[in-house]
């Protein structure tokens, strides 16, 4: 012979109390034997199952999701298509000759040769005359002559030709430079015109110095 051996099962008495019986067990108390069933609206591997409306929410939820990974992944390839910045247009056109005899003017000035200098930046405006650069060192070139009008005249051409000059985020920027020397011709000039009221130079620079104001609080500087 052989023993097969009892298999329990769960019956569920009123009140919530589980008895574990075998099948002979429930045959003779008069319990039928209780399988458990899944909880109601539970799919077969456990989650809540979802109804029409839940499916099309998790549906439009994706479709968000995987637009704007879109729009991340393109806008990190696009190419910058924005115009370049006076500054940027300013690197892309100088010749290496011209870079060359602008280092050469400043260490010239820096090494206090201010008229060796001052004959090499005439050239190059004369050979540039649309390079801001040249008119730059211009105004410094005055400046080591501790002649502010003359040095704010020249900052003016430079700031017009390149305004990236009184612009804080460009790597240009000589605002502060600029601003002090506006500020001291502003001085000399309402001296010297209180001594010669009809001084055409220091009248002439008054035009600039109220013009150079405007410039400079107009600027990112």
């Known amino acids: 012979m052989f023993f097969c051996p009892a298999r329990r099962i769960l ?7 589980v008895n574990a019986l075998t099948f002979k ?34 549906l439009a939820m994706t479709g968000l999701a995987i637009w704007a990974l879109a729009l991340v992944v393109i806008q990190e390839h696009r190419p910058d298509d924005r115009p370049p910045s006076p500054a940027q247009q300013a690197e892309l056109r100088v010749d290496p000759a011209l870079k060359q005899k602008l280092d ?12 060796q200098a001052q004959g090499l930046i005439a050239e190059l405006i004369r050979t540039y ?41 460009s790597k240009l920027f000589q605002g502060k430079k600029i601003k002090k020397t506006v500020e001291d011709a502003g001085a000399a000039i309402e001296s010297g015109l209180a001594a ?12 600039t110095y109220y013009y150079m104001l405007r410039k400079i609080a ?3 500087g």
């Open 11 to 17: 019956s569920v008495r009123p009140g919530g109390a």
């Open 25 to 58: 067990e429930a045959a003779n108390t008069g319990h039928p034997p209780h399988q458990p069933q899944p909880p109601a609206n539970l799919t077969w591997q456990g989650f809540p199952e979802l109804d029409r409306l839940d499916k099309i929410a998790a």
């Open 104 to 115: 050469l003017a400043r260490t010239l000035l820096a090494d206090n040769n201010i008229e």
């Open 129 to 169: 005359p649309y390079e801001a650069t040249p008119y730059l060192l211009q105004g410094d070139a005055f400046l080591y002559r501790q002649d502010v009008v003359a040095a704010m005249r020249s900052y003016r051409r430079a700031v017009d030709l390149n305004p990236d000059f009184l612009d804080k985020k």
């Open 196 to 207: 010669r009221p009809e001084d055409e130079r220091l009248l002439a620079g008054r035009k």
């Open 218 to 220: 107009g600027s990112c």
